[in-house]
């Protein structure tokens, strides 16, 4: 069976991107507590209303190997959805990240955990336990429907979501556009006529 996880972790998002022909980004304010961590994993979806992250903790004590926390908190950043000790029981129970369209806080203490967390912003404002919410329905996050099982990409530059019978099309697509790139600044990088070459070819398409 193939490691989707492992060959994901060693693309660029940006490839992942180029893969998916630009499209399924999530909301670009999320980005990493800490910059230069990496997540990739299979979603697991929560969606919650502002501010009650009970249903989080639930999702946490479901956690299935290879799965990375993706919480739908609307965007809501006065109540945060997650601090330090739920993302730790979220890194114990074997989720590879967490991906958070909401706040967080706890930020130092969450950055010293080395467990990569994504979200919209920070609060000092814990959040409520009312239990209201979904657990495993897919969600939508800047028009892209994220559905339980999708591949999730996620670096500083952003996060993406690869639908699970895209998988192999989009790293395929993924791994050739990287290699095209490489060699193109192989060829081109570095030597002044090469450059005015193809800056030339592109500005007279």
Excluded at 19 to 43: C, F, M, R, S
Excluded at 103 to 117: K, M
């Amino acid at each position: 069976m193939t490691n989707w996880l492992e060959k994901f972790q060693d693309l660029p998002v940006t490839a992942v991107s180029d893969g998916l022909d630009k499209y399924n980004h999530l909301w670009p304010t999320i980005k990493p507590v800490k910059e230069t961590q990496k997540a990739v994993g299979y979603a697991k979806t929560v969606q919650i209303p502002p501010g009650d992250n009970q249903l989080v903790l639930k999702a946490i004590r479901e956690a299935q190997e290879g799965e990375i926390l993706i919480v739908d908190a609307g965007g809501y950043v006065d109540r945060a959805a997650a601090g330090d000790f739920i993302m730790g029981l979220a890194q114990t129970m074997g989720f590879t990240g967490a991906i958070i369209n909401g706040a967080v806080r706890d930020i130092q203490e969450i950055r010293d955990l080395d467990f990569p967390v994504f979200c919209a912003g920070s609060t000092p404002a814990a959040g409520f336990k009312h239990g209201h919410g979904s657990i495993n329905e897919p969600i939508s996050f800047n028009g892209v429907v994220v559905h339980p099982g999708d591949l999730i990409v996620a670096e500083e530059d952003g996060v993406v979501c690869v639908p699970q019978d895209r998988i192999e099309k989009v790293y395929e697509k993924a791994q050739n556009k990287l290699k095209k790139d490489e060699e193109r600044e192989a060829k081109v990088l570095g030597d002044r006529a090469a450059v005015v070459e193809y800056l030339d070819g592109q500005l007279n398409k």
